[in-house]
């Protein structure tokens, strides 16, 4: 069964700095682009960042570009989220989600998500 | 302000067919393949379209999608309860170099 679960989520003070995880099983997690989605309180979904299988291209939004890094440890079947100078309004559950395969481009799995709170 | 632009809402009675647009430009829905997502009340959102038109295994056949153009739509036939969700399209845009997703549509089953 295809799982994956998010960790490092947390309160944060402005300009403070957060690594989040996310531990995949179930699946040849090197196999897959991997990618973070996250969605503000009450609003809509937001793609933050997605890298490719050898880790050799990394793409961001704008909004995070220059202050989050995405990294991946195959060897861990684990997926990394570096987030530093966080902003109020980086506030949101993180999920990371599967890219590839029969689907193509789309995301078919999707972690639980992990809540960031960012406050003085 | 969404790259992909949504109707914020949208409404059905049970048996009835509804259509969500999602409307883009030449960079992303233009030249690419739009994914249509379904977000329940607080769970993680589902795939339910993939390559402007493809079911996902499981996804049920009163789930469709369509592309023409920078616009694209998604079609539930005979709504059900079960079908009141948030729903989302998402598309790679060249533009900017990333994923783009539509506001988001929340579907209400009268």
């Known amino acids: 069964e295809v799982q994956m679960v998010e960790s490092g989520g947390g309160l944060v003070k402005p300009g403070g700095s957060l690594r989040l995880s996310c531990a995949a099983s179930?699946?040849?997690?090197?196999?897959?682009?991997m990618n973070w989605v996250r969605q503000a309180p009450g609003k809509g979904l937001e793609w933050v960042s997605s890298i490719n299988t050898n880790s050799k291209y990394k793409y961001y939004a704008d909004s995070v570009k220059g202050r989050f890094t995405i990294s991946r440890d195959n060897a861990k079947n684990s997926l990394y989220l570096q987030m530093n100078s966080l902003r109020a309004e980086d506030t949101a559950v993180y999920y990371c989600?599967?890219?590839?395969?029969?689907?193509?481009?789309?995301?078919?799995?999707w972690g639980q998500g992990t809540l960031v709170t960012v406050s003085s | 302000q969404s790259v992909l632009t949504q109707p914020p809402s949208a409404s059905g009675t049970p048996g009835q067919r509804v259509i969500i647009s999602c409307s883009g430009s030449?960079?992303?829905?233009?030249?690419?393949?739009v994914y249509w997502y379904q977000q329940l009340p607080g769970t993680a959102p589902k795939l339910l379209i993939y390559r402007n038109n493809q079911r996902p295994s499981g996804v049920p056949d009163r789930f469709s999608g369509s592309k023409s153009g920078t616009s694209a739509s998604l079609a539930i036939s005979g709504l059900r309860s079960e079908d009141e969700a948030d729903y989302y399209c998402a598309a790679w845009d060249d533009s900017v170099s990333g994923r783009v997703f539509g506001g988001g549509t929340k579907l209400t089953v009268l």
């Open positions: 179930g699946f040849t997690f090197s196999s897959y682009r």
């Open positions: 989600a599967r890219e590839g395969g029969v689907v193509e481009e789309g995301f078919d799995y």
């Open positions: 030449s960079s992303n829905i233009g030249s690419k393949d």
